[in-house]
Structure formats: C-alpha cells, structure tokens
C-alpha cells in the first residue's frame, strides 16, 4: 500500500476527530476538555511514525531520485490525476512542518480555549494543505493544495487572532488568493500549449516538463508561477501582507506561517520555476538576485526600527527569505542547497521566536519591547531560549541559519563578487536587530510593576532543547541534509528515465 | 593520540559551560566556581601533554584531528578540522594557562554574584570557542572560534544588565567587531571562490604556487587585516575596547587583554605567508599598529578611570604587535602576545582586587596611597607595570618588546617601484610609544600607590586570589627570558620554537638598538617620577581644563565623532521608515481604490435617486392636479364636459 496519500489525508481525518472530540465534550470544566489537543497529539505522532517509516524505509543509497510516487486517475477527460511524488526535498520540508507542529502543540495550540476543537481542526488542514503542496505532482492537485492551506489560515488568523485581526487576515487573503489566480493561468497556459503541441491534455508534471516553449511564452508562464511564489516567500515588494499577518495571526498560527508556510513558495520556486522553464528562469536571475538582495537588506532595514517583537521577528523572516531567493537564482547547486539549509534553519530559529513572542504575550499581554522590560530575572529559562533563537537567527556560525547563509553567500560570489559584499551587510543590520532585540526583551532591568511570572517548564523546555540541537546539528553537520534534501534533478534531460519509475 | 586529546581540549570546558548553563540557579556558587575551574584545567593539562607530545615528534611536525565534514560540494569543501603546529601551542598554553589562573582568581570575586553560574558558563564556553579559533586547521571552522568569542565577549561585558550603559557598550563590541567579521567573511568568500577550499594548508599552498592573482590576494588581505583590525580595536576599530571594560574584572582580564583580542594578531601569524606576498596590507598593518601605539599611550595618559588606562594601554600593545605582522616578524608578535597576556592579565587582576577593596572606587585620582594598606597588591601591580613598561633585563616585556624593535628597524616596504616606506621611521614611533608607556604607567602606579590615602579600604584580599596573582607575577618577570636580543647570550628558545629553520642572528643591526630599547623605558619612569611620584608632584592632574585634553579623555573624539557620522544617521533614518513605505504605497493604493469605487457608487445612487424623486414628485403632484378636477360638483363636471365636446367639435371642425 502507498504510504503518500495517508500522508496527506491523515491530519485532515485527524483534524475532524479533534473537532468532534470537541462536540461530545463540550462540559467546560471536565478533565478531558482538552480532548481536542489529544486527538492533535495522536494524529501528529501517527503522522510522524508513518513519515519515520517512509524515510527509513528508503536507505540512503536509495536506487533512485524519487522515494515514492503515487498515481491514481481523478478527472481522466482532463487529464486531471492524483498524483504525488517525494524526493528529499520535500521529504524534509515535511519533516520541518511536523517538528514545528509539535512545538505548537507543545507550547502554544493549548491557549486556544475558544472553540478548540475547530480550531485544531483549522490547523491541521492547514497541515495537509501544506504537506500535499509538497507532494503533488500534478499541477491541478498541486493548485488546489495551495489554495486549500490558504483558507483555513484565514479564519485561523481572522477568528484567533489580535486587535487588527480582520484587517491582516483579509490582506493576507487578497495577496496570496490575487496571485494564486496568476498562477493558475500560467498551469493553464502550459496545458494548452502542451495540447496544442502534443494533442494530449494532461496536467502531470513530468510531461509537461517536456513541453517546448517559444522563449517569450516560457517567460511568460515562468512569471506567473514567479509572482505567485514570491508572494508567499516573500519577495520584497510583495510582502506587506506578512508583517500584519504574523503579528495579528495567533502563536501557532505565526508558526505555521513563517515556519513552513514561507517555505511552499521557496520550494515552489526550486519545483517549478527553476526546473520547469531552466532557460527562463536562468534570464530572469540577474532580476530575481537583485530582489533577494533588497529584500534581505530591506527586511533588515526595516527589522532594527520595530518596536513590536512579533514584527520585528517578520521583518527578519523577510530578511533571510531574501537568502533564500538569492541562492536559488544563482544558478548553481551549491546556492540552491543553501537556500534549503536556510529555509530548514529558517523555519527552526524564526518558528521558535514566534513561540517565545506569543509565551510573553500570554504572560505580559503587550508585544511592544518598551512595556515587556527585562525578563531574564523573572523568567531565565524562557530568556535564555529566546537568546539562543535571537543569536542563531543573527548568522551565528555554528547554527544553521550561517550554513544556509555562507553557501548562498558563496555561490552568489561565484556569479557577483559585489552583490555578495553588498548582501554582507545584512549580517550586520541582522546583528543589530537581534541584539536589539535581546537586550529590550531579555537581557535589560526588570521593569517595575511587572506581575509575578511563570518560566517554561520543563517539558516546554525539552522541546525547544530539541529545536535547538536540531539547529546545532543543521550548522556543524549539514553534510547528510545537502545530500539528502536535494531536490530530484528532473529538468528534461533526466524525465525519461523517470518515465518508467512507476513502483 | 592527538585524535583524541584534541577534541578533548576543546570539549573540556565546553562541557563545563553546558553542565553550568543547565544547572544554573541549582547548585551553589561554589561548586559552580569548582566545575568551571576543573574545566579549564583539564584542558589546561591537556594543553600541556599534547605540547610535550607535539615538541618531541619531529620539528615540523604536528597533530591534526579531522573530525567530520562540514560541507562538501562541488566546488567547495570544508571540514570540522582541527590541527596543533607550533604556533596554535603557544596560543594554547597561553590560553588555557592564563585562563586557568583568571578562573581560579574569578572563583573567589564573583563568588557573591547572583549570576555567578552565568558568568562562568559564558567563560568556559569563551575558553572553548577561543580554543576552537587557535586550533582550528579550515578556516571556516576558525570562523566558528571566531564569532563564539565575539558573542561570549557580549554576554560578558552586558553581564551586569540592570544598567543599560553595560549593555550598550556590550552592543557596541559586537556591533563594531561583527562588522570587521563581516569583512573577514568576505575575504572567506573571494579565497573560497579562488581555491575551493579554505583548508589553511590549502589556502597558503595556493597563494606560494601563485594560484591565486596579485590583486585578488591584496583584496583577501585586506578583507582579513579588517577583520583582525576590528576584533583586535586597532584603528579605525578602537572604540569599542574601552567601553567593554563595563564588564567584570575577570572578563576584562581574560578576553579583552590577554586572549580574545589578540586573535587578530594570531590569525596574521598564522596566515603570515599570504600576507607577505601583500606589500602593501603589510605596509598598511604596519603604519596602523604604529599610528595605534602613539595614539592608545597618548589617551591612556590623560584616562582618570585605572580600567580605562589598562585598555588603552592594551590597544597600545596590540599596536605593536600588529607593527611587529606588518614587519614581518610576526614571531616577536607572538612573543610580545604571549608576554602580554600575563602582565596585562596581572594588572588587570590586581586592579580588580584593588576596586573591590575599595568600594568599588576606579578613579585613580580619589584612589591614593595604598602601598600602606596593601603591600601585596602594590608588589604586584609595579611588577606588571614594570613588565608593561619593558624595564630592561628583569622583565619579560622588555624582552618582547626588543623583539619587535630590532625587527621593525630593518623592515622595508616596497610600495610602488618609485615609493618605499623605511622601517626607521616606524621604529621611531614605536621607541617614542615605549617611552609613553612608561610615562603612563608609571603616573598611574604613582598616583595610586604613592602620596595621600584617598579612600578608606577593607578586608583582604583572598588567598585564591593571590594564588594566581603570583603565578602571574613570577611569567611576567621571567617569562621573557627564553628569548634574548643578539647582543645578549645567544639564548632564542621562542623563535627557534616556531621557525626553527630559519637562522637567529640579526647580524646586521647595530648594538645601540638594543640600548635605546633599554634607556628609554627608563627615560619614562623618570620623568613619570618628576611629574607624579616626588613627594611634591609637579602634576597631580594633567590640567583638565586644556580642551585637547578633555577630548582626549573621551577616546580622541573620535567615539564622538563616528556618534555623529554613523550611529546618529543611523538611527534617524530607521527612525524615518519605521513604518513601511512600501505597505504604506500599497495599501494605500488600494484605500484610494476603495475610496473612489464608493465615490462612484455614492455618485450613481445619488443621481438615480435624485432623478426617481424627481420622477416620483412629477407624479405626484400631476396625480394631485388631476384629483382636483374630482372635486364632486355637478356644475363642473358639466361645464368639462361641455368645454371637452366644445373642443373636440372645434378640432374636428378645424383640422
């Protein structure tokens, strides 16, 4: 039996039992209120153990490219099929998606009283809207999952969120929805063009991989897919959803946003830009490097001036999500790994900030740096935590986020000597925030009149002890995840001989 | 056997650091004190062991340890290496030594600190990343040692947090030396790009089989001398180093004179074949160090706070061991680092104890005649300001710093073919530092110990900490005499350690070197004496009121001055656009769309309602017009019909 299609089924069965583990216990004050959290739990760790399984199923010499495919016809006339693929790539995207979801559930998820079970339900499909935008392979399925991860976010940012709630929500809604419908017309413009060209109408991607496209025409559709990754990355001028998002949006969902849903643009761009139209995307590069660029120094321009720690936390995820962009474009191998080495670590450091944000906002109930005052006298557990996630997330080598950086940093050097020296000082600015950051929040005076506090407890703390050697590992050992999150190379040349690579 | 002592070096006191960050607030202030110190020390046996192992092996020889790779890719790899020559010896005998002894001394200053765990967690994990930085065989791994000491140094001098002026100055360290990482790292990159691995051995292959081209090595050059700059506090860098006194005693000691700052001089060293075939970096280190040694003793002249003079007497020195790399004599470098690190260890520690036993009191003008009441403690700050101040034979710093003079005068700089820069010149300024030196350590050792009790002092000062202050005292006297100027016994234990091929004669320097070099400290002490020590002084103070004087006392203006030209700016502009322009253009576009959809809209109802109300009352009032005319009486109605008919007949009639 496939494993894939459990795989992404199973946190939206999982999510339906939280809900109505809810409806059969709705008495407020029962021991089992928290029914929804448990069937949360359970589906996460059946969703971890069949992702364990599949990962060492599959040895590390594995035989070829991709670990599993799955195949399964859904609107044959269309050419429309269910179909889903995993290469190392994804695998470890999904992997960082259900690390951090266990830190939400660990830490923040629980502070969602109202209404739980809907919201765990929202949460977890989320969870498969994500998990099956790294799987599809067929660009329709591939589009309903990315809009399908879009609308729960929604009202888990409109229903749970903070005091400008429906204004960030319905920003994010128009950014992503206006240019997922771009997107959409790109898919359809290469399935007609394969159409016209072949006579076969099919949405799969290997075969569309092959179509021929006139330059102007690839450019075209390779623009649309662009636009609608780079909002969700995001590239620089299309990220004013983002700070409002991530500030307003509820802890777990702030997670889950910067965490992974950050990353289903990146992995988007690696998927389909760069390896569905290679020549134009290589045309586009010097474009796209000089958005990178100005994104990683804007964000962290922009990031040393706010006094909002949720929104200088994503002002920084734009700054390395700029990394991210950079190194993909650089053409070579070395820069798209980095890009992957910064999107895991990425999603660790900033993923756990956002913890740490929405910890203090639930004791201090203020996000703004001037009225939390000192914490590390009060709540030296937590202080020390956000540290360590501030220093990794400032390029500290050692970390993963400096594995990520110094080989985009590299890799942009091969191809320009000064847009990597310009692209240095966002290190600097990134000092500055972060340390800026710690010595507002964590290591300043306690101020007055602050209410007596409760630090982290133990289990709270072993789950960041795990991110943290997570990120350790990621910085002083990347060597296993650059050979095994590569993505599978299928750009033309190879998809013949994956043609026959139905298990 | 060096595979496994040498990761055990280094993990000595990083497991220290873990055992103490995860207990903290648990165990008590002595068992923390107790498992930093058996941290160190282990590794400081270590260090001693694999020394011995290292000196008996052959004499190139050395001990490597590859313990995994980091990243290997096509194009570039590196490795988590690390490599025991002779040079990374003697940074770390040095390192773990004289940590060793601050970690003892420290055990007992800070036993009282509420955070006494976090302070030595934050030590150990600096002697672990410092040792991770001088054993380090990639350079990408040395850049690990290298940020870890730049962030313990933060967590150190912010140490003491309640009061926001530590934590800025701790912000200022990092900020100023993250910038010179920042050039380092790019430095990293063109030599990554040129020879696909960062390998040292790799690297320095390279650059002497002429691999790489002349101007891209000037370019690494420069990029890593930046770097060096800025963590070592030479000019333009040295703001930062005399703030960074805002941490405890024992930090300032340990990372800001004897170790931390001197990794620049050793990175140099270490790369000192690739700088040589730099002239004009070279020159440039040359003439920065000697700018630096004028420019740390003059402001360390004028300093009133005894912390403050010793940092800017450490600036002083690391000018001249940077003189010394851009000379190429970075073997005196070393010597002058090693020397360095105990006497100004000495002082920094005898200054600690000083502080604390006199109220917390640092202005060495209220401090004031303290030979009386601690004889022990005046013993061994003149020891190490006769050591710093390099008086002739019995101390170690005269030594060095011969060293450094006898191979400053021959250097010669072949700038351009028609520009050569002499080293007399620059032997010059550094005989006229070491005659400053003298002259400000001496009005400090004057001022403090000699002529009125100031204040009122208490307690004694523990044995734990006179242990190590001893210690220190006996290597800042003797620690000099392995290495001796050519006119003395032929005794160059040192340079024979680190090059022993190369020959040790300077044959062809004249003797009078060697007695200027003797003369002038003494010169300095003199004239120290006439102005501050007789019981009379000339001068209790410089006259504050000079204004060159009240300007110098604040670093050379020059903090004030990068106040004004960067942070100033700086911080207006992110002031500026704190809020996001560009969320700012966008939304606003769309609020202008949705203002002016409504406008329409408003506009459309407005004159479809206007035009139905006008619709409506036309109606109206012709209903009301014609429901006049049923008014109900006969008569009208007959004559309307009668005037109808009428009417009728005469259109029939007349059409």
Same mark, same amino acid.
């Given at each position: 039996?496939?494993?894939?299609p459990?795989?992404?089924?199973?946190?939206?069965?999982?999510?339906?039992?939280?809900?109505?583990?809810?409806?059969?216990?709705p008495?407020?004050?029962?021991?089992?209120?928290?029914?929804?959290?448990?069937a949360?739990?359970?589906?996460?760790?059946?969703?971890?153990?069949?992702?364990?399984?599949?990962?060492?199923?599959?040895?590390t010499?594995?035989?070829?490219?991709?670990?599993?495919?799955?195949?399964?016809?859904?609107?044959?006339?269309?050419?429309?099929?269910?179909?889903?693929?995993?290469?190392?790539?994804?695998?470890s995207?999904?992997?960082l998606?259900?690390?951090?979801?266990?830190?939400?559930?660990?830490?923040?998820?629980?502070?969602?009283?109202v209404k739980a079970?809907?919201?765990?339900?929202?949460?977890?499909?989320?969870?498969?809207?994500?998990?099956?935008?790294?799987?599809?392979?067929?660009?329709?399925?591939?589009?309903f999952?990315?809009?399908?991860?879009?609308?729960?976010?929604?009202?888990?940012?409109?229903?749970?969120?903070?005091?400008?709630r429906?204004?960030?929500?319905?920003?994010?809604?128009?950014f992503?929805q206006?240019?997922?419908l771009?997107?959409?017309?790109?898919?359809?413009?290469?399935?007609?063009?394969?159409d016209?060209?072949?006579?076969?109408?099919t949405?799969?991607?290997?075969t569309?991989?092959?179509?021929?496209?006139?330059?102007t025409?690839?450019?075209?559709l390779m623009?649309?897919?662009?636009?609608a990754?780079?909002?969700?990355?995001?590239?620089?001028?299309?990220?004013?959803?983002?700070?409002?998002?991530?500030?307003?949006?509820?802890?777990?969902?702030?997670?889950?946003l910067?965490?992974?849903?950050?990353?289903?643009?990146?992995?988007?761009?690696?998927?389909?830009?760069?390896?569905?139209?290679?020549?134009?995307?290589?045309?586009?590069?010097?474009?796209?490097?000089?958005?990178?660029?100005?994104?990683?120094?804007?964000?962290?321009?922009?990031s040393?001036?706010?006094?909002?720690?949720?929104?200088?936390?994503a002002?920084?995820s734009?700054?390395?999500?700029?990394?991210?962009?950079l190194g993909?474009?650089?053409?070579?191998r070395?820069?798209?790994?980095?890009?992957?080495?910064q999107?895991?670590?990425?999603g660790?450091?900033?993923?756990?900030?956002?913890?740490?944000?929405?910890?203090?906002?639930d004791?201090?109930?203020?996000?703004?740096?001037?009225r939390?005052?000192?914490?590390?006298t009060?709540?030296?557990?937590?202080?020390?935590?956000?540290?360590?996630?501030?220093?990794?997330?400032?390029?500290?080598?050692?970390?993963g986020?400096f594995?990520?950086?110094f080989?985009v940093?590299l890799?942009?050097?091969?191809?320009?000597p000064?847009?990597?020296?310009?692209?240095?000082?966002?290190?600097?600015?990134?000092?500055?925030?972060?340390?800026?950051?710690v010595?507002?929040?964590?290591?300043?005076?306690?101020?007055?009149?602050?209410?007596?506090?409760?630090?982290?407890?133990?289990p709270?703390?072993?789950?960041?002890?795990?991110?943290?050697?997570?990120?350790?590992?990621?910085?002083l050992?990347?060597?296993?995840?650059?050979?095994?999150?590569?993505?599978?190379?299928l750009?033309?040349?190879?998809?013949?001989?994956?043609?026959?690579?139905?298990? | 056997?060096?595979?496994?002592?040498?990761?055990?070096?280094?993990l000595?006191?990083?497991?220290?650091?873990?055992?103490?960050?995860?207990?903290?607030?648990?165990?008590?202030?002595r068992?923390?004190?107790?498992?930093?110190?058996?941290?160190?020390?282990?590794?400081a046996?270590?260090?001693?062991?694999?020394?011995?192992?290292l000196?008996?092996?052959?004499?190139?020889?050395?001990?490597?340890?590859?313990?995994?790779?980091?990243?290997?890719i096509?194009?570039?790899s590196?490795?988590?290496?690390f490599?025991?020559?002779?040079i990374?010896?003697?940074?770390i005998?040095?390192?773990?030594?004289?940590?060793?002894?601050?970690?003892?001394y420290?055990?007992?200053?800070?036993?009282?600190?509420?955070?006494?765990?976090?302070?030595?967690?934050?030590m150990?994990?600096?002697?672990?990343?410092?040792?991770?930085?001088?054993?380090?065989?990639?350079?990408?791994?040395?850049?690990?040692?290298?940020?870890?000491?730049?962030?313990?140094?933060?967590?150190?001098?912010?140490?003491?947090?309640?009061?926001?002026?530590n934590?800025?100055?701790?912000?200022?360290?990092?900020?100023?030396?993250?910038m010179?990482?920042?050039a380092?790292?790019?430095?990293?990159?063109?030599?990554?790009t040129?020879?696909?691995?960062?390998?040292?051995?790799?690297?320095?292959?390279?650059?002497?089989?002429?691999?790489?081209?002349?101007?891209?090595?000037?370019?690494?050059?420069?990029?890593?001398?930046?770097?060096?700059l800025?963590?070592s506090?030479?000019?333009?860098?040295?703001?930062?180093?005399?703030?960074?006194?805002?941490?405890p005693?024992?930090?300032?000691?340990l990372?800001?004179?004897?170790?931390?700052?001197?990794?620049?001089v050793?990175?140099?060293?270490r790369?000192?074949?690739?700088?040589?075939?730099?002239?004009?970096?070279?020159?440039?280190t040359?003439?920065?160090?000697?700018?630096t040694i004028?420019?740390?003793?003059?402001?360390?002249?004028?300093?009133?706070?005894?912390?403050?003079?010793?940092?800017?007497?450490?600036?002083?020195?690391?000018?001249?061991?940077?003189?010394?790399?851009?000379?190429?004599?970075?073997?005196?470098?070393?010597?002058?680092l090693m020397?360095?690190?105990?006497?100004?260890?000495?002082?920094f520690?005898?200054?600690?104890?000083?502080?604390?036993?006199?109220?917390h009191?640092?202005?060495i003008?209220?401090?004031?005649?303290?030979?009386?009441?601690?004889?022990g403690?005046?013993?061994?700050?003149?020891?190490?300001a006769s050591?710093?101040?390099?008086?002739p034979?019995?101390?170690a710093?005269?030594y060095?710093?011969e060293?450094?003079?006898s191979?400053?005068?021959?250097?010669?700089?072949?700038?351009?073919?028609?520009?050569?820069?002499?080293?007399?010149?620059?032997?010059?300024?550094?005989?006229?530092g070491?005659?400053?030196?003298?002259l400000y350590?001496?009005?400090?050792?004057?001022?403090?110990?000699?002529?009125?009790?100031g204040?009122?002092t =208490?307690?004694?000062?523990? =044995?734990?900490?006179?242990?190590p202050?001893?210690?220190?005292?006996?290597?800042?006297l003797?620690?000099?005499?392995?290495?001796m100027?050519?006119?003395?016994?032929?005794?160059?234990?040192f340079?024979?350690?680190?090059?022993?091929?190369?020959?040790?004669?300077?044959?062809?320097?004249?003797?009078w070197?060697?007695?200027?070099?003797a003369?002038?400290?003494?010169?300095?002490?003199?004239?120290?004496?006439?102005?501050?020590?007789?019981?009379s002084?000339?001068?209790r103070?410089?006259?504050?009121?000079?204004v060159?004087?009240?300007f110098?006392r604040?670093g050379?203006g020059?903090?004030?001055?990068?106040d004004?030209?960067?942070?100033?700016?700086?911080r207006?502009l992110?002031?500026?656009?704190?809020?996001?322009?560009?969320?700012?253009?966008?939304?606003?576009?769309?609020?202008?769309?949705r203002?002016?959809?409504t406008?329409?809209?408003r506009?459309?109802?407005?004159?479809?309602?206007?035009?139905?109300?006008?619709?409506?009352?036309?109606?109206?009032?012709t209903? =009301?017009?014609?429901?006049?005319?049923q008014?109900? =009486?006969?008569?009208?109605?007959?004559a309307?019909?009668?005037?109808?008919?009428?009417?009728?007949?005469?259109?029939?009639?007349?059409?």
């Amino acid at each position: 039996m496939n494993p894939l299609p459990a795989l992404v089924l199973l946190p939206f069965i999982g999510g339906g039992l939280a809900w109505l583990a809810e409806r059969i216990q709705p008495a407020p004050s029962s021991p089992s209120r928290n029914a929804s959290w448990w069937a949360m739990l359970a589906t996460l760790i059946v969703e971890t153990l069949l992702l364990a399984w599949i990962t060492f199923s599959h040895p590390t010499s594995h035989t070829g490219p991709w670990l599993e495919h799955f195949s399964m016809p859904w609107v044959p006339t269309m050419g429309i099929a269910i179909r889903l693929d995993m290469d190392g790539l994804s695998l470890s995207l999904i992997w960082l998606s259900l690390i951090l979801c266990f830190l939400c559930a660990c830490l923040a998820t629980r502070q969602a009283t109202v209404k739980a079970g809907t919201f765990h339900f929202l949460f977890l499909t989320t969870l498969t809207g994500i998990i099956g935008t790294f799987l599809a392979t067929d660009l329709f399925l591939f589009f309903f999952f990315w809009e399908l991860m879009l609308v729960p976010m929604f009202v888990l940012i409109a229903v749970w969120g903070h005091e400008d709630r429906q204004r960030a929500a319905l920003k994010f809604f128009m950014f992503t929805q206006g240019s997922g419908l771009l997107m959409l017309l790109s898919i359809l413009g290469l399935v007609i063009t394969h159409d016209r060209e072949t006579g076969v109408l099919t949405f799969d991607y290997f075969t569309l991989a092959q179509t021929h496209l006139s330059p102007t025409l690839s450019m075209l559709l390779m623009l649309g897919f662009f636009i609608a990754f780079a909002v969700k990355l995001p590239i620089v001028p299309a990220h004013v959803w983002l700070p409002n998002a991530h500030t307003q949006a509820p802890t777990a969902a702030s997670v889950l946003l910067a965490g992974i849903l950050l990353k289903t643009g990146g992995y988007g761009m690696i998927r389909f830009n760069v390896m569905l139209f290679p020549d134009a995307a290589m045309y586009f590069a010097p474009v796209a490097m000089g958005l990178g660029v100005v994104g990683v120094l804007y964000g962290a321009w922009l990031s040393c001036a706010q006094e909002d720690i949720k929104r200088l936390i994503a002002y920084s995820s734009i700054s390395h999500m700029g990394f991210v962009v950079l190194g993909i474009f650089t053409g070579s191998r070395m820069g798209m790994q980095g890009a992957i080495i910064q999107m895991l670590a990425h999603g660790l450091s900033a993923g756990s900030l956002f913890l740490i944000a929405g910890a203090i906002q639930d004791r201090l109930h203020t996000r703004d740096m001037h009225r939390i005052g000192g914490l590390w006298t009060a709540m030296p557990r937590l202080s020390a935590t956000g540290l360590f996630f501030a220093v990794a997330s400032l390029g500290m080598p050692g970390l993963g986020n400096f594995a990520g950086e110094f080989l985009v940093l590299l890799a942009t050097w091969q191809v320009s000597p000064i847009i990597a020296t310009v692209t240095t000082v966002g290190l600097v600015l990134a000092a500055i925030y972060a340390l800026r950051m710690v010595n507002r929040v964590f290591l300043a005076a306690r101020r007055e009149g602050q209410p007596p506090l409760k630090d982290l407890s133990v289990p709270q703390m072993a789950a960041f002890a795990c991110a943290m050697i997570f990120l350790i590992v990621l910085g002083l050992h990347p060597q296993p995840f650059m050979t095994f999150s590569a993505p599978s190379p299928l750009s033309v040349m190879t998809t013949n001989s994956l043609g026959g690579h139905v298990p | 056997m060096g595979e496994i002592l040498l990761p055990l070096l280094i993990l000595s006191p990083l497991a220290a650091s873990e055992i103490l960050f995860i207990s903290a607030g648990r165990i008590s202030a002595r068992a923390v004190g107790t498992v930093a110190c058996a941290g160190v020390g282990l590794s400081a046996v270590i260090s001693i062991v694999l020394s011995v192992l290292l000196l008996s092996g052959p004499a190139t020889g050395l001990l490597q340890a590859t313990l995994w790779p980091w990243m290997h890719i096509a194009g570039f790899s590196a490795d988590i290496a690390f490599m025991l020559d002779r040079i990374s010896m003697v940074m770390i005998l040095v390192v773990t030594i004289v940590g060793l002894l601050i970690h003892i001394y420290a055990a007992s200053y800070m036993r009282d600190d509420p955070g006494v765990a976090r302070f030595f967690g934050c030590m150990t994990l600096f002697v672990a990343s410092m040792l991770v930085l001088v054993l380090a065989s990639d350079l990408l791994c040395l850049f690990i040692g290298w940020e870890g000491v730049g962030l313990c140094s933060y967590l150190l001098i912010g140490f003491w947090y309640d009061n926001p002026v530590n934590t800025a100055a701790a912000r200022k360290a990092f900020y100023m030396t993250r910038m010179g990482d920042t050039a380092f790292l790019c430095g990293l990159l063109l030599l990554a790009t040129a020879v696909g691995s960062l390998h040292i051995d790799t690297v320095l292959a390279a650059v002497t089989n002429g691999q790489i081209a002349p101007s891209a090595l000037n370019m690494a050059a420069l990029f890593i001398l930046i770097g060096a700059l800025a963590k070592s506090a030479q000019i333009p860098f040295q703001t930062w180093l005399p703030d960074a006194m805002a941490g405890p005693t024992p930090t300032s000691a340990l990372i800001h004179a004897a170790t931390m700052v001197t990794a620049g001089v050793y990175l140099i060293a270490r790369l000192h074949d690739l700088f040589a075939q730099a002239a004009p970096v070279m020159a440039l280190t040359a003439v920065l160090g000697a700018l630096t040694i004028l420019m740390g003793a003059c402001t360390a002249l004028v300093q009133s706070d005894l912390k403050r003079i010793l940092a800017w007497s450490t600036i002083s020195q690391l000018g001249y061991m940077f003189l010394a790399l851009g000379c190429g004599v970075w073997q005196a470098a070393l010597f002058h680092l090693m020397t360095h690190a105990f006497f100004k260890a000495l002082l920094f520690l005898t200054a600690g104890a000083i502080i604390v036993r006199t109220h917390h009191e640092q202005d060495i003008f209220r401090l004031g005649g303290l030979r009386h009441t601690m004889p022990g403690l005046t013993a061994a700050f003149v020891t190490g300001a006769s050591a710093l101040a390099g008086l002739p034979l019995v101390t170690a710093g005269f030594y060095s710093k011969e060293m450094i003079l006898s191979g400053v005068w021959p250097a010669h700089f072949r700038l351009t073919h028609e520009l050569t820069l002499n080293g007399h010149f620059l032997w010059g300024m550094a005989l006229l530092g070491a005659f400053l030196t003298a002259l400000y350590i001496f009005r400090c050792v004057f001022i403090v110990f000699f002529g009125k009790s100031g204040t009122t002092t =208490r307690g004694q000062t523990s =044995r734990l900490m006179t242990i190590p202050l001893g210690c220190l005292c006996v290597l800042s006297l003797c620690g000099g005499i392995i290495e001796m100027p050519t006119t003395f016994p032929p005794l160059h234990l040192f340079s024979a350690l680190l090059d022993p091929a190369a020959s040790h004669s300077h044959a062809d320097e004249p003797g009078w070197l060697v007695l200027a070099g003797a003369v002038v400290p003494l010169a300095g002490l003199a004239v120290a004496w006439v102005l501050w020590g007789r019981p009379s002084p000339v001068m209790r103070e410089m006259p504050g009121q000079a204004v060159v004087i009240r300007f110098a006392r604040t670093g050379e203006g020059i903090d004030m001055l990068y106040d004004r030209l960067f942070v100033q700016p700086f911080r207006f502009l992110t002031w500026l656009t704190r809020h996001d322009i560009l969320d700012y253009i966008i939304t606003g576009t769309g609020r202008l769309t949705r203002t002016a959809s409504t406008s329409v809209l408003r506009a459309r109802t407005d004159f479809l309602g206007t035009l139905t109300l006008w619709g409506t009352s036309g109606i109206r009032e012709t209903d =009301r017009l014609l429901g006049q005319i049923q008014n109900g =009486r006969v008569r009208w109605y007959a004559a309307w019909i009668a005037g109808g008919l009428s009417a009728g007949l005469a259109m029939a009639m007349l059409s």
